[in-house]
């Protein structure tokens, strides 16, 4: 059996995902709240997957209506020297997202152990992953 075929499928999903981060970023709704993402020290790329189990469109950013919500995310952190490729899934719950407010969703790796912290407009914590799952990637 031949599995390249196969493995057009994932590359080609991923560039699909990739050629939607270089538009602009649309306005943020008054009405939702505004989740951006930041990676540690550009180590990866941190991409936006899930909003309580379902597909989002962009993966640059969340945008959620008020209330409790869970954010699914994958990093896939680039290669370095010999390695491959790894990707890590984490998520994140947090119950009081505010109409029209902007929080942030900010990597951290230490080692092999990668989490995420979700800071509020003033840069306060309100909520923290477990750490995330890693996989090659």
């Given at each position: 059996?031949?599995?390249?075929?196969?493995?057009?499928?994932?590359?080609?999903?991923?560039?699909?995902?990739?050629?939607?981060?270089?538009?602009?970023?649309?306005?943020?709704?008054?009405?939702?709240?505004?989740?951006?993402?930041?990676?540690?020290?550009?180590?990866?790329?941190l991409?936006?997957?899930?909003?309580?189990?379902?597909?989002?469109?962009?993966?640059?950013y969340?945008e959620?209506?008020?209330?409790?919500?869970?954010?699914?995310v994958?990093?896939?952190?680039?290669?370095?020297?010999?390695?491959?490729?790894?990707?890590?899934?984490?998520?994140?719950?947090?119950?009081?997202?505010?109409?029209?407010?902007r929080?942030?969703?900010?990597?951290?790796?230490?080692?092999?152990?990668?989490?995420?912290?979700?800071?509020?407009?003033?840069?306060?914590?309100?909520?923290?992953?477990?750490?995330?799952?890693?996989?090659?990637?």
């Amino acid at each position: 059996m031949n599995l390249k075929p196969l493995l057009l499928i994932p590359t080609l999903s991923l560039a699909l995902l990739l050629t939607a981060c270089a538009g602009p970023m649309p306005k943020q709704d008054p009405g939702e709240a505004w989740i951006g993402l930041q990676e540690e020290g550009g180590s990866g790329d941190l991409m936006a997957e899930r909003v309580d189990g379902k597909n989002i469109n962009d993966g640059r950013y969340f945008e959620v209506t008020p209330g409790a919500h869970r954010l699914d995310v994958t990093l896939f952190e680039d290669p370095s020297g010999d390695q491959n490729q790894v990707d890590c899934q984490g998520n994140v719950n947090y119950q009081n997202f505010k109409a029209g407010e902007r929080y942030k969703l900010v990597e951290s790796s230490l080692g092999t152990h990668v989490s995420a912290t979700l800071e509020d407009a003033s840069g306060k914590e309100v909520a923290h992953t477990a750490d995330f799952t890693c996989m090659p990637g």
